[in-house]
């Protein structure tokens, strides 16, 4: 079948030069940036096995993988919609590794559906992750790791948000919210449905003190600082987890304000990716974008189905969807060269020193047809030398 204009699927994109040479230049910038903070680079296979692609925390992804049968071994298979989860199984289960690990990847990912708003079906994700340490002082690192990255693609306007999974599962244990009831309230949070929330609470019969946390819990969003400051008379007390929750956060948002100067906005009730994050969560915007560019969390144990439980914390960032904001790179060329195209071992040597130097030596097949002043490779007297056309 012939068709006049070939088109891709929804949501999966060519990317043309000068896209994809930008798209590398800071590709190669992230990891260069991220190998320097002692973060070493893996890199998993497109697709594995959904027996472990698919397990433990990772099962939430489930309906964002496209799956397939292997015609080698009759299992099935999956394309990658996230690579945290083959980072977690390389850490447990190939590394096997005691103490503290850092790992670093890049890759694309790929998922069953088109979301216009969360950008290309076919996200390049780049990212870090932080195993072995269950402390507050990882999760710094990560988060700064996080914001000097997008400081190192130079996007416009950086904002960051901030939340912590379990203020709000504490209180839902306090409670005794469990089952279709948690998962409806959860959901409520989400999305942020400030009049079905209140509704909601209204009919839980709670305690008084109980009830007026719940009441505040959704409206706890704003400033980091006066947030903190609210969640703190409000909260403090309510439990051990809780105190040390809030504690963890005033770290942070600290940590954040002197090392890195960025805007911070704290959102107590924030339960995004609750299935399978166990602590802090975070994400970073740009130029004024609703969808984050970076974002991440602490989800502890992870890799406990391959045999090591650990605690981990870090972050993907998608650098595709970056792309239209990120400055434009000259690349790091120093001229053009043509020669000609002809078996010859000592043009051949040529053009090798050229190319050493940093010059683009193209085979041209019509010298005489090339603007003038284009700078050309000419043999004379068994040397080939410059010469402009």
Request: net charge negative.
């Amino acid at each position: 079948m012939q068709q006049s204009t070939w088109f891709t699927p929804e949501g999966l994109e060519d990317l043309l030069p000068p896209q994809a040479q930008k798209l590398e230049l800071y590709r190669r910038k992230l990891i260069d940036g991220f190998e320097l903070s002692g973060f070493d680079l893996v890199l998993p296979p497109i697709a594995e096995f959904t027996d472990s692609l698919l397990t433990g925390t990772a099962g939430h992804m489930a309906v964002e993988t496209c799956r397939f049968t292997d015609q080698e071994s009759g299992r099935m298979m999956g394309v990658r919609s996230d690579m945290t989860p083959q980072v977690a199984r390389i850490v447990s289960n190939r590394l096997k590794a005691e103490g503290i690990s850092r790992l670093c990847y890049v890759g694309e990912v790929l998922k069953t559906r088109n979301n216009k708003a969360k950008g290309s079906r076919s996200p390049i994700q780049v990212g870090a992750e932080l195993f072995g340490h269950n402390g507050v002082e990882s999760d710094i690192e990560i988060i700064e790791l996080m914001l000097e990255s997008m400081q190192t693609l130079a996007l416009p306007d950086i904002k960051m948000s901030l939340g912590h999974i379990r203020i709000v599962t504490e209180l839902l244990d306090q409670a005794g919210v469990t089952g279709a009831k948690r998962a409806a309230l959860i959901d409520i949070l989400e999305r942020k449905a400030i009049p079905e929330y209140e509704a909601f609470v209204a009919e839980m019969n709670l305690a008084a003190a109980l009830q007026e946390k719940f009441n505040a819990l959704i409206h706890l969003c704003g400033d980091a600082q006066a947030v903190l400051t609210q969640a703190a008379s409000l909260l403090t007390g309510t439990s051990d987890a809780v105190d040390a929750a809030l504690a963890d956060l005033a770290s942070i948002v600290a940590a954040v304000e002197v090392n890195q100067g960025v805007a911070v906005h704290l959102d107590i009730a924030d339960m995004r990716g609750y299935q399978y994050h166990t602590g802090v969560i975070f994400a970073a915007y740009s130029g004024g974008t609703l969808q984050p560019m970076a974002m991440g969390g602490r989800y502890d144990n992870i890799g406990e189905v391959f045999g090591l439980a650990l605690p981990a914390t870090g972050f993907s960032l998608d650098l595709r969807s970056a792309l239209d904001l990120l400055p434009e790179v000259p690349l790091n060329i120093q001229g053009t060269i043509h020669a000609p195209a002809q078996a010859n071992a000592e043009l051949s040597k040529a053009i090798a020193h050229y190319k050493s130097q940093g010059y683009r030596v193209v085979k041209s097949f019509d010298l005489p047809s090339l603007p003038s002043g284009s700078q050309v490779l000419v043999e004379e007297n068994n040397q080939w030398i410059l010469k402009k056309a």
